[in-house]
């Protein structure tokens, strides 16, 4: 037996009805009122129909009354008349004048056709039709009697006519003519009635009508102000902000669609919202924090120390700065590749995250340079005793790709007295850690303001040396590069040098790294190549025949990098007229590791200008048999660092030994720099090295004196 109980599934919520269409309610209404207009006219063709009967039949009622009247009146007349010729025919015994007997025949016809037509059809006045029809007969015979014997048509007219005409005219036909009297009072009443009855059913009708249109427009009226509320008031709401506000219209479907349409639009400005503040969030936090190290980044560590230095006034305590930058992370970076060296500033981050106080605030500012902002301090020595911790934390092995790293950092301290602004102390910072990296790296150095006059005075060699670059105030000599074997001039390394009017001679260990900060050193370069290949042409060109003399040239790695380097250097030779075979370029190992691909693109475009190419302080750098294989090169140099052990032993002078024969192997030049001992020069041509350069054989000399070496050669 089946349970009584419905099943949950019984239970789901209907869908709600369905919104009806404007459409669908105006079709109605039309309807309506259309059925309405046909009532209407059905009870105006039923009202002309029974006004139309009923007048039709009072019309009758008075056809015939006033023809019964005639009637009477003429047959009164004609009875009258027949006395009178009864009276003469008595009297006189003259007959009537046969013209006069047909007139008198044709007026009785016309009293019966009157007779007929006022009582024809009509039931209750078939009696007087027949007493009509017989007073006729007897006045019909009568004349016809009269003219054929006299006596006869008296006594038909005494005996037979005169008897039915008082009857007639005096009991049948007035009481025929009363009755039609009443029917005509009858019928004018029930026109009155009927027509009474029309125009209350037309009433009712237009009445009915009104009423129905009136609530017709009522209801779509009412339907239509609800559901346009409904949309004001959602509009209302989504421009205030209130995106989940639903509209909900269900009185009209086209109105419903509208709503949707409003709800999808909120739903997706409400998504676009949702998206919108999440971007933000990733812009705030991409604003603030630096995305490699999740560290604060340099404007949020600028708004950090300018919030710390409008909060200070009224406290003792002091505010301290550490200005960290990793000692030769580039050569991490040019070594093991950009990756290797990103996951380094991530570890270094997390380690000074360790090494420092939970207050204080580690921000990397970019590259390998990082910033700690130290709140509160309540003596000088807490501030150095952090960036110990910092130097020590960064003194302990990291291991990388399987590779164990050492790094160390050099740090700048800077107080809250030692600026007056945020620009001023992060400036101060960088120039007691640029001074922390010239004692020897690897450690801090306090800010002291003649540390600042030391930087105005290397912006000042900056400023100085782009005017010098301008003035051409720079000069180039060359060192020879001689044969060990017999010292003769193989050639000349082409050496740039500052004559500084009151500086006196510029190191080029100074102002080289400072064109190279300052964006000199391409101009520089190119310079350099263009008069070191005017003097070696003229000195091709005096030699008369005799054999080549080459010229190297150091170049920088921003120069290699530039992408007009070649289109300068084959400007050089187009313009000098010099041999290609005859340049050699110079660069680091340093240089060449630091982007393989691109670095062995343009070493190829200068091969094919047909310049040699020289591995410069080769052994100091990250020298690999692999690369010296897969670069076009031509030249490898012994660093001086080799040549000075190279006649004591050691591993340095191993070293040397071994650079010669790998050069040998794979044909390459090698050229020892830095000879200054005849021992050296003996152990360098004991290992097999054939050129070599330094003070044992010549200082550099300009460009006439390097000249007149070569003519003495």
């Not at 002091?318 to 996951?343: A, P, Q, V």
């Not at 990296?437 to 801090?444: D, F, L």
Request: glycine share 8%; hydrophobic share 45%; proline share 4%.
């Amino acid at each position: 037996m089946p349970s009584a109980v419905p099943r949950g599934d019984d239970h789901r919520a209907l869908p709600p009805p369905r919104p009806r269409s404007l459409r669908a309610r105006f079709a109605r209404v039309f309807g309506v009122l259309l059925a309405l207009a046909a009532l209407d006219a059905a009870a105006f063709y039923w009202g002309a129909r029974q006004r139309g009967r009923v007048f039709r039949e009072l019309r009758d009622t008075i056809a015939r009354h006033a023809a019964l009247t005639e009637t009477r009146a003429g047959l009164d007349d004609h009875a009258k008349r027949i006395r009178v010729v009864v009276q003469l025919v008595g009297v006189e015994h003259a007959p009537i004048d046969p013209d006069e007997r047909r007139r008198a025949l044709q007026s009785v016809a016309a009293l019966r056709h009157r007779a007929d037509r006022a009582t024809g059809g009509v039931p209750g006045l078939a009696t007087v039709r027949a007493e009509t029809d017989s007073l006729a007969d007897a006045w019909s015979r009568f004349y016809d009697r009269q003219g054929i014997d006299p006596a006869d048509a008296i006594l038909v007219a005494v005996t037979r006519a005169e008897p039915l005409a008082q009857r007639l005219l005096g009991t049948d036909l007035p009481a025929a003519i009363r009755g039609e009297q009443r029917r005509v009072a009858e019928a004018s009443a029930a026109f009155e009635r009927a027509d009474r009855a029309t125009s209350a059913i037309a009433w009712a009708v237009l009445a009915l009508s009104v009423g129905v249109s009136v609530a017709l427009a009522y209801l779509l009226s009412r339907d239509l102000r609800g559901a346009i509320g409904a949309l004001h008031t959602g509009v209302e709401r989504l421009g205030a902000g209130d995106l989940a506000h639903r509209v909900d219209v269900t009185t009209c479907e086209e109105l419903a669609t509208v709503g949707r349409s409003l709800n999808t639009m909120a739903q997706r400005l409400r998504q676009a919202r949702q998206e919108l503040e999440r971007r933000n969030q990733e812009l705030a936090h991409l604003a603030f924090r630096d995305p490699l190290t999740n560290l604060a980044n340099r404007t949020l560590f600028r708004e950090h120390v300018e919030r710390a230095l409008a909060g200070r006034h009224g406290h003792a305590d002091e505010m301290s700065i550490l200005f960290i930058d990793l000692d030769d992370f580039k050569s991490i970076n040019d070594t093991l590749g950009h990756h290797s060296g990103d996951r380094l500033l991530v570890d270094v981050a997390t380690r000074l995250l360790e090494a420092t106080r939970g207050s204080d605030t580690v921000a990397r500012l970019g590259g390998d340079e990082f910033a700690i902002l130290l709140h509160r301090v309540r003596e000088r020595a807490e501030a150095i005793s952090v960036a110990e911790r910092v130097l020590w934390a960064l003194r302990a092995p990291f291991e990388l790709d399987g590779r164990t790293l050492h790094v160390s950092a050099s740090i700048g301290v800077v107080f809250h007295h030692d600026g007056q602004s945020t620009e001023e102390l992060l400036r101060n910072a960088d120039v007691a850690m640029y001074r922390a990296k010239a004692e020897g790296k690897g450690q801090h150095a306090v800010f002291a303001p003649e540390m600042h006059a030391a930087l105005l005075d290397r912006v000042e060699l900056a400023a100085e040396l782009r005017d010098a670059l301008q003035r051409e105030a720079l000069s180039v000599v060359y060192q020879p590069i001689v044969d060990l074997v017999d010292r003769r001039v193989a050639g000349f390394e082409a050496l740039v040098r500052w004559p500084h009017s009151r500086r006196g001679p510029v190191s080029p260990t100074l102002f080289i790294p400072l064109a190279e900060e300052v964006g000199a050193i391409v101009p520089l370069g190119r310079w350099v190549i263009g008069r070191a290949c005017h003097e070696a042409a003229r000195w091709q060109r005096e030699r008369n025949g005799r054999g080549p003399v080459g010229v190297s040239i150091n170049v920088s790695g921003l120069q290699l990098a530039d992408p007009a380097f070649v289109r300068d250097v084959r400007t050089a030779l187009d313009e000098s007229g010099l041999d290609p075979g005859i340049l050699t370029l110079e660069i680091t190992e340093t240089v060449i590791m630091r982007d393989s691909v691109s670095t062995l693109a343009r070493l190829r475009e200068l091969k094919s200008l047909g310049v040699r190419v020289a591995i410069d302080d080769f052994g100091t750098g990250y020298s690999s048999l692999a690369y010296l294989q897969r670069f076009p090169v031509d030249v490898l140099k012994i660093d001086k660092a080799f040549v000075d052990q190279i006649a004591d032993g050691g591993n340095d002078a191993a070293l040397a030994r071994t650079i010669v024969p790998l050069g040998d192997m794979l044909q390459l030049h090698t050229v020892a720099e830095g000879i200054e001992r005849a021992d050296q020069h003996a152990e360098l041509l004991a290992a097999g090295c054939r050129l070599g350069q330094g003070y044992f054989f010549s200082h550099p000399l300009d460009a006439d004196a390097a000249g007149e070496f070569l003519r003495a050669d």
